[in-house]
């Protein structure tokens, strides 16, 4: 779920999740969790293939043994991630990070987050 609409809402076989911690399958009967997410791309499979992957620059996951709800603020299925775009926002993000060199702790980290979610898009964009 982005802020703008629901992109997927079906059963699916197996999901897989940019955790911060690192990268979490989840399976049917998975026990309950709530994490947080780092950029990266969350992959859905169905029958043993990705049949769909979509990029999210952070968020929050909640897992429960029936579901997995992604909650981010964005989410664009790869297929469509711009190599132009995540090269500006990476462009963007970088520029917010040496900028925030004397801000607070918070904000320097919160700019690193965001920089190195946009390496990831970057990545993500000429993979795809």
Known sequence: MSPEKLLLSRQVEMVVIPAAEGELGVLPGHVPAIVSL????????????????????????EVTPERVTVLADEASPLATLSRAKAEADLAAA?????????????????????????????????AA
Do not use: C, I, N, W
Request: no cysteine.
């Open 38 to 61: 780092r950029g990266g791309a969350v992959r859905v499979y169905e029958g043993g293939q990705v049949t769909e992957s979509l990029f999210v620059p952070a968020g929050f996951a």
């Open 94 to 126: 970088e520029a917010d990070y040496a900028a925030a060199a004397t801000d607070t702790p918070e904000k320097r980290e919160a700019a690193m987050d965001r920089l190195l979610s946009m390496r990831v898009k970057k990545e993500l964009a000429e």
